[in-house]
């Protein structure tokens, strides 16, 4: 069975930077594409960016040029880089795969799609 595990979330002030990682177990990367979705409380929930098994990336509008997503294929690991933090990206993120949906130019809405999904993960990011 797939499971997702995300870590290194956190507090960081504006301007500031995490990485986010996605620890991949009871598949491969080679057999799934990987996204993060975010959901901030009020909000409608965002795909953030996604990556195909063939290494393909797309990346939501809110986040270009600041996200980078990566994946370590000997640690079966996907990471999302998050550079030039905002008060906006506070959200729970969550990793999400699926080996159909291949990873869509417009991830904003259709990452939710994705059939496995982590449990999440808080990022705050204070002003």
């Known amino acids: 069975q797939l499971q997702l595990v995300e870590s290194g979330g956190g507090l960081v002030q504006a301007g500031g930077s995490l990485r986010l990682s996605c620890a991949v177990s009871g598949g491969t990367l080679g057999q799934y594409h990987i996204g993060w979705l975010r959901q901030a409380p009020g909000k409608d929930r965002e795909g953030v960016s996604c990556i195909s098994i063939d290494g393909v990336t797309n990346y939501a509008e809110s986040v270009k040029g600041r996200f980078t997503i990566s994946r370590d294929a000997d640690k079966n690991t996907v990471y999302l880089q998050m550079n030039s933090l905002k008060p906006e990206d506070t959200a729970v993120y969550s990793c999400?795969?699926?080996?159909?949906?291949?990873?869509?130019?417009?991830?904003?809405?259709?990452?939710?799609?994705?059939?496995?999904w982590g449990q999440g993960i808080q990022v705050t990011v204070s002003s």
């Open positions: 999400l795969a699926d080996s159909l949906l291949g990873c869509p130019v417009d991830p904003e809405t259709t990452l939710a799609l994705y059939d496995t």
